[in-house]
């Protein structure tokens, strides 16, 4: 396996984890999933507060609702697998950024 193509599966599997990570503190926190229902709330500081927080979250997110969706009301296969790229994708994104954030910071070599 190349370092490029170990580097971009690092970056995917830390995406996920800081995801599940933060959609997990979140419900422990409010006692209730997060959504991107957190961007339809009335006040303005709140929604825009929650930007960056979905960001990073969303990966989880994603692949919760589509599971949810598949189980529940019988998704077909190619609108889960399409999710489920979109989500791996925007893992891959948010996993750059917090490896090099860390690499940044100096935390990670």
Known sequence: MSPNALNSFFSLCIGF???????????????????????????VARAFAAVPFLVFAAPFIIMRNT??????????????????????FWSLMSGTCVVLTLKAVGLLA
């Open 67 to 88: 599971l949810r969706g598949r189980r529940i009301e019988r998704r077909r296969f190619e609108f889960v697998m399409m999710a489920t790229v979109v989500a791996g």
């Open 17 to 43: 984890a800081i995801a599940g990570a933060l959609a997990s503190g979140y419900q422990a926190l409010v006692k209730r999933p997060a959504g991107f229902g957190l961007l339809q709330q009335g006040v």
